[in-house]
C-alpha cells in the first residue's frame, strides 16, 4: 500500500518567514496530492490540493509544489503568521471512485509574533 | 466546498456502555465514507471505510465487532462503538467526498 513521510515533525519560524513542509509517497499510481490544517480540537481543513498532471499549484501565500518522478511534494507558506500555526497534514491517493488517502504523520506549525 | 457534519462532538460514557456516532453529508450524496481515530499529536489513522449498502471494509487490527459501522443511506453513516473501555477514549472523526471533507470531529472518554 501507499507510505507517506513527512517532515519536519515540528516547524518553529518567526512571523513573516516562510515555511516549508515536505512529504514523500511510495505508490507512483497516486495521482491526488491534498493538504489539510488542523487547528487543536478541530477537524482538518482541507487548504490546498495538486493533481499529478501539473507540478505546482498557488493560492495566495501558499504554494504546493509536486515532483513527480522523485515522488515527493511540498507545501510553502510565505508570509507566515501567527494564525498560521496549526498542524498540518498531507495525503496522497489514487483519487477515483475508490478514493482512500493516506496521511502523513503531521507538522506541528509554530509562528512566533 | 462541501459539508460533512458529525454529531456527537463530546461524549463520556461507562465502560461497558456503547455509543453512536453518526456522520452526515450535508450537500451532497456519499456512496463511500471514512472513518479515523486520532490519538493526541499524532496523525488521522484509518479504521474502515464505510460502502452505503454494503458492509465496511476494515483496517487490519481494526475489530469489526467492537467498531460497526452502517452506511444506510447516501449521506448517513454510523459508527458504534460497543462495550467501550477506557482505552477506546479518543478522537474520532469521518470524511466524505473525495477532497476528504471532515466531520467536526467526536472526543469520546470512557470512565
Known amino acids: 500500500g501507499e507510505n507517506v513521510e513527512q517532515h519536519p515533525s515540528t516547524l518553529s519560524v518567526q512571523e513573516g518567514d516562510s515555511a516549508v513542509i515536505k512529504c514523500t509517497y511510495s505508490?507512483?499510481?497516486?495521482?491526488?496530492f491534498p493538504w489539510y490544517k488542523q487547528e487543536l480540537g478541530k477537524r482538518p481543513q482541507l487548504i490546498i490540493d495538486?493533481?499529478?498532471?501539473?507540478g505546482e499549484k498557488k493560492d495566495q501565500r501558499i504554494a504546493v509544489t509536486l515532483n513527480k518522478t522523485a515522488k515527493h511534494f511540498s507545501l510553502h507558506i510565505t508570509e507566515t503568521q501567527p494564525e498560521d500555526s496549526a498542524v498540518y497534514f498531507c495525503?496522497?491517493?489514487?483519487?477515483?471512485?475508490?478514493?482512500?488517502?493516506?496521511f502523513g504523520r503531521g507538522t506541528s506549525l509554530i509562528v512566533h509574533p | 466546498g462541501a459539508v460533512v457534519s458529525q454529531h456527537p462532538s463530546r461524549v463520556i460514557c461507562k465502560s461497558g456502555t456503547s455509543v453512536k456516532i453518526e456522520c452526515r453529508s450535508l450537500?451532497?450524496?456519499?456512496?463511500?465514507m471514512f472513518w479515523y481515530r486520532q490519538f493526541p499529536k499524532q496523525s488521522l489513522m484509518l479504521m474502515a471505510t464505510?460502502?452505503?449498502?454494503?458492509?465496511?471494509?476494515?483496517e487490519q487490527g481494526v475489530e469489526k465487532d467492537k467498531f460497526l459501522i452502517n452506511h444506510a443511506s447516501l449521506t448517513l453513516s454510523t459508527l458504534t462503538v460497543t462495550s467501550a473501555h477506557p482505552e477506546d477514549s479518543s478522537f474520532y472523526i469521518c470524511?466524505?467526498?473525495?477532497?476528504?471533507?471532515f466531520g467536526q470531529g467526536t472526543r469520546l472518554t470512557v470512565v
Open positions: 470524511s466524505a467526498g473525495r477532497e476528504a471533507f
Open positions: 505508490d507512483s499510481a497516486s495521482n491526488y
Open positions: 495538486i493533481r499529478s498532471n501539473v
Open positions: 495525503a496522497a491517493s489514487m483519487g477515483g471512485g475508490s478514493y482512500i488517502p493516506t
Open positions: 450537500d451532497f450524496q456519499a456512496t463511500t
Open positions: 464505510s460502502n452505503e449498502g454494503s458492509k465496511a471494509t476494515y
